[in-house]
Antibody, heavy 121, light 110 residues
Framework: QVQLVQSGTEVKKPGASVKVSCKTS????????IHWVRQAPGQGLEWLGR????????RYAQKFQGRLTMTRDTSTSTFYMELNSLRSEDTALYYC??????????????WGTGTTVTVSS | QSVLTQPPSVSAAPGQKVTISCSGS????????VSWYQQFPGTAPKLLIS???NRPSGIPDRFSGSKSGTSATLAITGLQTGDEAEYYC???????????FGTGTKVTVL
């Protein structure tokens, strides 16, 4: 079945980097964007960015420009989100989600298993 | 702070109807499609409505979406206790060249 399986819980110190993986299966990722969304404890959803299936076009939320990198490995159908210079405010549950290639939408129909990232000294 | 504004909470008795508004601008809702998501505590969001008013397979017709100008609305009819959840609108923002979510609305069944 269609699945997005993410890597496990991460605990990082301020200033460090974290790289979260999202392994896709059950569908051809060549027809989908992969988005990354986070949710801080008790807060709402925050869009981080998306990557196209070819891995050559990314869009990042402005507040993460310069700190966020999204990549993909076609050989393993796995997508990655790396966030640098971590601070306590980055503590959140991070999700990947797929969206069929469409302009002007945010239709994420399958979501990943979620990865908890805790930033603490 | 989100560019899409939703009421923090709405409530109604079982069987009644609730509506959730999502207010944006010409850069987002006014020029793009709106989606709605349902989220229960401790679980990932679930796509409820796509492209303003389309229900993905398996979503009951008690849920409906609409859009007018720079605002969108999610309606839930025949409210059930199982509908108690957080609801978010989302769309693309052309000025930000990125996705945006609403502030979220908690639905309570009285």
């Amino acid at each position: 079945q269609v699945q997005l399986v993410q890597s496990g819980t991460e605990v990082k110190k301020p200033g460090a980097s974290v790289k979260v993986s999202c392994k896709t299966s059950g569908f051809s990722f060549t027809n989908y964007f992969i988005h990354w969304v986070r949710q801080a404890p008790g807060q709402g959803l925050e869009w981080l960015g998306r990557i196209n299936p070819d891995g050559d076009i990314t869009r990042y939320a402005q507040k993460f420009q310069g700190r966020l990198t999204m990549t993909r490995d076609t050989s393993t159908s796995t997508f990655y989100m790396e966030l640098n210079s971590l601070r306590s405010e980055d503590t959140a549950l991070y999700y990947c989600a797929r969206e069929f290639l469409t302009a002007g939408t945010l239709n994420m129909d399958v979501w990943g298993t979620g990865t908890t990232v805790t930033v603490s000294s | 702070q989100s560019v899409l504004t939703q009421p923090p909470s709405v409530s109604a008795a079982p069987g009644q109807k609730v509506t959730i508004s999502c207010s944006g601008s010409s850069f987002n809702i006014g020029n793009n499609y709106v989606s709605w998501y349902q989220q229960f505590p401790g679980t990932a969001p679930k796509l409820l409505i796509s492209k303003n008013n389309n229900r993905p397979s398996g979503i009951p017709d008690r849920f409906s979406g609409s859009k007018s100008g720079t605002s969108a609305t999610l309606a839930i009819t025949g409210l059930q206790t199982g509908d108690e959840a957080e609801y978010y609108c989302g769309t693309w923002d052309d000025s930000l060249s990125g996705g945006v979510f609403g502030t979220g609305t908690k639905v309570t069944v009285l």
